[in-house]
């Protein structure tokens, strides 16, 4: 099944990605481009990461978000 349309990311390849060691969701919005274009697809790709790196026995890591001020 597709999970991000406008890359045309499928669940397989997220489960790939996960194999290949991605641990984080921005390490995968990197390797596949997930996310990047419209936004609509964050929150399935959350879940079918999260989901792959359960099945995987690999904890998932918390990505803390940084505020930068621009100016």
């Keep these: 099944m597709y999970i991000c349309i406008c890359k045309a990311v499928n669940e397989s390849a997220i489960r790939q990605a996960v194999d290949d060691g991605v641990q984080t969701y921005r390490d995968l919005s990197m390797r596949t481009g997930c996310g990047t274009q419209c936004g609509s697809c964050v929150k399935m790709t959350r879940q079918v990461l999260s989901q ?20």
């Design 52 to 71: 792959a790196l359960e099945e995987a026995g690999i904890p998932e890591v918390s990505e803390k978000l940084r505020l930068v001020s621009c100016g």
